[in-house]
């Protein structure tokens, strides 16, 4: 939920706190749940914002920030 009012927001999430998130990753790191991502380089963030916004993509980018050099 978020509410907004002279510009300023507040906003809260319903996934849990700290435990739950521990609990959560405890579980993935258990039964070997790994997420899909996809490593770019800087320079393809364009490329990968064009996917992102025609709904192309089933991962998450991820910016190899070495490519920052």
Known sequence: MEVAKFGRSVAGSLIGGVAETQETLDFCAEH???????????EDINKA?????????????????????
Request: proline fraction near 3%; aromatic fraction near 10%.
């Open 32 to 42: 070997h749940i790994l997420p899909h991502v996809e490593m770019i380089n800087i």
């Open 49 to 69: 914002f064009e996917k992102i916004k025609k709904d192309e993509v089933r991962f998450r980018y991820v910016i190899d920030m070495k490519s920052l050099q």
